[in-house]
């Protein structure tokens, strides 16, 4: 009974190449979230939605575009893949968007994703 | 705009020891959180810290909240081969973001 599932766990994949990852939670939550971690273990916020609706964008590339169909679900798709986005890919969800008393973050457990 | 910094990077520590760990943020902070991640595993929430000076206990664990919601610190006693991993702090952002600080990586020698 994963509370948010991610796949692909691993996937490992060609410069230029266009890949997706996928992810569901089943906790009720309003809000998700991808987030990044780089090989130094940095961990930065790249999306959020709350309700279907995106919230967050930071600064990344517009190669990556997320989408999510229902708020069950938020899906990232990458284009165009570069070395530099080798990394852990984690997808979350929290019951309400921003860090307020009582609202936590849960992640998935990661996609592995090497570029090579 | 607002940075969570945390203090060591690394953390290498004799089981048995105890050791502290610190999270400074450049700007008051309504409240705090601390998340583990296992080598190979995900970050995984271990508690939030609302008011000024509290402390939190979770079995050898002790969380603490600065005076002036500025600073956290996470202490460990009598370290054990399961505590190995990064402990994350993090704490809100300006556009209601989770800010997570740089994390502390966490060996114990056995």
């Known amino acids: 009974d994963t509370a948010v599932s991610q796949t692909p766990k691993y996937l490992v994949t060609q410069m230029g190449n266009d890949k997706s990852i996928k992810c569901e939670q089943n906790l009720g939550h309003d809000t998700m979230y991808w987030y990044k971690q780089d090989s130094k273990k940095f961990l930065k916020i790249m999306f959020s939605?709350?309700?279907?609706?995106?919230?967050i964008n930071e600064t990344v590339p517009n190669r990556f575009s997320p989408k999510s169909p229902d708020k069950a679900h938020l899906n990232l798709h990458i284009n165009s893949l570069e070395l530099g986005d080798s990394a852990v890919y984690f997808c979350?969800?929290?019951?309400?968007?921003?860090?307020?008393?009582?609202?936590?973050?849960?992640f998935g457990e990661g996609s592995w994703l090497t570029v090579v | 705009g607002q940075q969570v910094m945390q203090i060591p990077q690394y953390q290498h520590v004799q089981e048995g020891e105890d050791f502290t760990t610190y999270c400074n943020s450049s700007t008051t902070l309504s409240n705090i959180q601390w998340y583990k991640q296992r080598p190979g595993g995900h970050p995984v929430f271990l508690i939030q810290?609302?008011?000024?000076?509290e402390v939190k206990k979770q079995k050898r664990l002790t969380f603490q909240f600065g005076e002036a919601k500025k600073n956290s610190s996470l202490h460990i006693t009598a370290t054990q081969t399961t505590d190995v991993g990064t402990y994350f702090c993090?704490?809100?952002?300006?556009?209601?973001?989770?800010?997570f600080g740089g994390g502390t990586r966490v060996l114990v020698k056995p």
């Open positions: 993090a704490g809100p952002a300006a556009g209601n973001k989770l800010t």
């Open positions: 939605y709350n309700n279907k609706e995106l919230i």
């Open positions: 810290l609302v008011k000024s000076g």
């Open positions: 979350a969800s929290s019951q309400l968007p921003g860090l307020s008393p009582g609202n936590t973050i849960y």
